[in-house]
């Protein structure tokens, strides 16, 4: 099976191998390394030196002679990656790029192979510097491309150490998927410059990632507390409200001050369900009733439906669409809830003013724009948004972000905040389109 014949047809070929069977893995490294010895490439080869041994004998008895394997330039993968220490991506590639440069000659093909290792170490630092390598690596592909007549470089993951952020950034990072069975362009990748090119701009990363590791796992634990106090509050409020109505039932006419006191406990007892319902909100699921959306029709039944609070409030409403045939896969009544959450946001952090939804079509996403020009987000509040009961409202709890930014999580989109002071404050909803 030869996955990546005529790939050199490109002017850089950069490909991520995921595999899961070794013995395919052999096979197409084979048949890879063969492809180039017959095409008379410079082959550079990094991997465990037992699997070059069995890829040697291979060839042998695919028919290729001594004098052709001697010009294979094998470099052990533990040798290569550094795999005795931390992996340190801008090390790897200073190393790498002497390597490659030494071989690069004008109208050659370079042809490269790489199994990535490293020794175990926190995934939380590892994630990010892998992904800074395959940027340089990138990089430095297309530099050596304007050297040599074309450049193919395979990068080979073992899938069971891949978890699902790492493999989305190497497919940003590679033109092309290979696995086991099959070989295809990647969708989501994106040539860029190399962002992280120092030491203070990875640990920057790397500490943008833990904060982001920490707070899903803040969210996940406040699910669970959340859904443990939901069901205690609700167990309680089932016992009052049973008994209040009892009371109510039993007892004669009351006056007025009674009547009023009475009336007001029944009310708290409503506001302690909402709270209760908002709890359970960030245990449970949202992606259960899931069918084809129009987005900007849902944009617009959102309006329609807070239309009496808007008016109330005095404040103008605005939608945009790129045009009404945007459509999404999802729970209607949930993500609704989004952007009902998103709107009183903006209602309430305006005395007067404008909310404008824009509704736009970009390539395998819909974006959904929600901005208001309200005083905007001050730091020492912007710090805390989102965290677990934290508001700037005197009566509110700090789950409504919360929830939405779990629910949009769940229909594998994004919900993201920027906001200038004196400006307002615009959250942009990404999700994928059907």
């Known amino acids: 099976m030869r996955l990546t014949k005529g790939i050199e047809s490109s002017p850089v070929g ?3 191998y995921t595999y899961t069977d070794i013995d395919k893995y052999i096979e197409h490294a084979t048949s890879y390394v063969a492809e180039g010895l017959d095409e008379n490439h410079v082959v550079l080869y990094v991997d465990r030196l037992e699997n070059f041994t069995i890829i040697k004998e291979n060839l042998r008895n695919m028919g290729f002679s001594k004098n052709q394997i001697d010009r294979i330039h094998f470099i052990d993968t533990n040798v ?9 991506a801008e ?38 510097s892998i992904v800074i390598h ?53 969708h989501v990748y994106k040539k860029e410059p190399v962002r992280f090119t120092g030491l203070s701009e990875q640990l920057q990363f790397e500490k943008e990632l833990r904060s982001h590791d920490t707070r899903r796992d803040k969210l996940d634990m406040t699910g669970k507390l959340a859904s443990i106090i939901a069901h205690e509050l609700r167990s309680s409020l089932t016992v009052v409200q049973g008994r209040l109505q009892l009371f109510d039932l039993t007892s004669g006419g009351y006056s007025e001050a009674s009547q009023a006191h009475l009336d007001g406990l029944q009310k708290g007892l409503q506001e302690i369900e909402q709270t209760a319902s908002q709890f359970l909100s960030l245990a449970e699921s949202h992606v259960e009733n899931q069918k084809a959306l129009n987005i900007s029709e849902l944009v617009e039944q959102v309006t ?36 009902i959450n998103i709107v009183k946001n903006a209602i ?6 404008t909310i404008t939804l824009v509704v736009k079509d970009e390539q395998d996403h819909v974006i959904i724009e929600v901005s208001d020009n309200g005083p905007g987000i001050p730091d020492n509040i ?53």
């Open 80 to 88: 290569a990656y550094n795999t005795h220490e931390d992996f340190n």
């Open 134 to 186: 395959e940027k340089n690596f990138d990089d430095l592909f297309s530099k050596i491309a304007n050297i040599t007549a074309n450049y193919i470089q395979v990068c080979a993951y073992d899938s069971v150490s891949l978890t699902g952020s790492l493999l989305i950034e190497l497919l940003r990072t590679h033109e092309y998927h290979m696995t086991d069975t099959n070989f295809s362009p990647s």
């Open 304 to 339: 329609m439906q807070m239309k009496a609070t808007i008016d109330m409030a005095g404040i103008d409403i605005h939608v945009h669409s790129d045009h009404h045939e945007m459509m999404i896969f999802g729970d209607e009544l949930k993500i609704k809830q989004v952007f």
């Open 14 to 16: 950069h490909v991520v």
């Open 382 to 434: 912007l710090r805390q948004i989102g965290d677990p009961f934290m508001s700037s409202k005197e009566d509110g709890t700090g789950l409504g972000l919360l929830i939405s930014e779990k629910i949009v999580k769940e229909h594998n989109g994004s919900l993201l905040l920027h906001t200038l002071i004196g400006k307002g404050t615009t959250f942009t909803v990404s999700l994928p389109k059907l």
């Open 91 to 128: 090390t790897i590639v200073k190393v790498a790029s002497e390597t490659i440069n030494f071989h690069a000659k004008e109208g050659s093909t370079i042809r490269g192979w790489g199994l990535m290792t490293w020794r175990p170490q926190n995934i939380k630092t590892l994630t990010p």
């Open 348 to 353: 309430e952090a305006m005395e007067t003013g």
